[in-house]
């Protein structure tokens, strides 16, 4: 059985400044990037050489970017839900592209690590093979996804339990405006 679900997306609009405020703690998350297998294996996961600071200081605006799959059934299996997730996330990051290309000057934050490549070149010590390409999360740069969902679109975050998805997924992330 697959995963039945439908799609909502929403949008909210920021400073910069305030979010970074509200929500952007690097100290606090980079804890949690270390744990996860994509740490030092991608060139949009820290360690970074450089501040994630820089980069939120390099913006004023931020158009937040909520994408949800609702499921349509209760306790629909987990592995299918995932599979669901994956293939969304390929849709997700294609709008962003799309807003990116239409405003010039902006950067937008994918929800979760990058996956354009098979095989990151950071496993080899080599440079990244499309960094025209490269984006970074708001996770990846101190954001806090779980925060930001219950502020600006007043959901929580759910999470599996059990081999059963939860009620919905969400993706979070955004464009960066100058």
């Not at 980079?30 to 360690?47: A, I, K, M, V």
């Not at 939120?56 to 599979?83: K, N, S």
């Not at 390409?133 to 502020?151: F, I, K, N, P, T």
């Not at 081999?163 to 960066?176: D, E, I, R, T």
Request: some cysteine; overall charge neutral; glycine content about 8%.
């Amino acid at each position: 059985m697959s995963f039945q679900y439908h799609i909502r997306e929403m949008t909210a609009e920021t400073t910069v400044s305030a979010f970074v405020e509200g929500f952007v703690r690097v100290e606090k998350f980079l804890p949690f990037c270390r744990q996860c297998g994509s740490y030092n294996t991608r060139w949009t996961c820290p360690p970074f050489d450089f501040d994630p600071m820089t980069v939120w200081h390099a913006y004023t605006g931020l158009r937040l970017y909520a994408r949800i799959l609702q499921a349509d059934a209760p306790e629909q299996p987990l592995e299918d839900a995932l599979e669901a997730l994956k293939q969304e996330k390929l849709q997700y990051r294609e709008r962003l592209r799309q807003w990116e290309q239409a405003t010039p000057g902006s950067q937008m934050l994918l929800a979760g690590t990058c996956h354009e490549c098979p095989e990151c070149e950071r496993t080899q010590g080599r440079p990244c093979k499309r960094p025209e390409m490269l984006r970074y999360s708001m996770e990846a740069l101190g954001g806090d996804v779980e925060g930001c969902l219950q502020h600006y679109f007043h959901r929580p975050m759910l999470w599996g339990r059990d081999g059963k998805a939860p009620a919905y997924y969400a993706l979070v992330g955004g464009l960066l405006l100058k």
